[in-house]
């Protein structure tokens, strides 16, 4: 099928790592994005990998790509209360239109 | 910079009128804007993809005479629920295509505005 599939939810400690996991659908996608919704607000994004990278930093934000699983990870190091939210991955298919496909989304709860 | 400004954030009217909402590019041109629904603990649904200058693309299922989209200039999309009902309550959301580069490899990442909870009673 077309799901673009997370788990639903994930609780952590702050100061822990959490880590987020999405499994995509079209090997074609060139890009793979993570965004992040608080409760009644639109998407924020955070970050963002480009198909032929297996590895993005960005400050607490790691990015793991494995495109032989189509299997992508965000991980947030030292995780704040802040973080807490719900996480979506999302694919753009190389099929011209610019369409995205979401994922289920990730509700991360940070335990203070 | 890529700031999406979406109004208005919250609306509530009696069932068969019709609401406008906008979604404006503040600091970049975008000639794909696009609007989603999201249902409550739900991902984001696909509505329309929003063409500047050009008749939207509705995604299969989704009325086009009900969801007006218009997309008359390169930082302003509008969407129309006409002669709306209680079921088409729920959050609504746009992005814009903001665009970094050219070509295959040119990466076009959607920001997205706050959404707007709409309410039909």
């Known amino acids: 099928g077309e799901d673009v599939e997370q788990s639903l939810f994930l609780s952590v400690r702050e100061g822990d790592s959490s880590v987020i996991n999405c499994t995509y659908t079209?090997?074609?996608?060139?890009?793979l994005y993570w965004y992040k919704q608080e409760p009644g607000a639109g998407l924020q994004l955070l970050t963002y990998i480009f198909s032929n990278m297996d590895m993005k930093q960005d400050q607490r934000l790691t990015v793991l790509l494995n495109k032989k699983d189509k299997h992508l990870s965000l991980r947030i190091a030292d995780t704040q209360t802040g973080d807490s939210a719900i996480y979506f991955c999302a694919e753009r298919p190389n099929s011209g239109t610019y369409k995205y496909i979401f994922g289920t989304g990730t509700r991360l709860k940070v335990l203070a | 910079g890529a700031v999406v400004s979406q109004h208005p954030s919250r609306v509530i009217c009696k069932s068969g009128t019709s609401v406008k909402i906008e979604c404006r590019s503040l600091?970049?041109?975008?000639?794909?804007m696009f609007w989603y629904r999201q249902f409550p603990k739900k991902s984001l649904m696909l509505m329309a993809t929003?063409?500047?200058?050009?008749?939207?693309t509705y995604e299969q299922g989704v009325e086009k005479d009900k969801f007006l989209i218009n997309h008359a200039s390169l930082t302003l999309s509008t969407l129309t629920v006409t002669s709306a009902h209680p079921e088409d309550s729920s959050f609504y959301i746009c992005s814009a295509r903001e665009i970094w580069g050219r070509g295959y490899w040119a990466d076009q990442p959607q920001h997205f505005g706050d959404g707007t909870r709409l309410s039909i009673l």
């Open positions: 929003s063409n500047e200058g050009s008749k939207a």
């Open positions: 079209d090997s074609s996608s060139t890009y």
């Open positions: 600091d970049f041109q975008a000639t794909t």
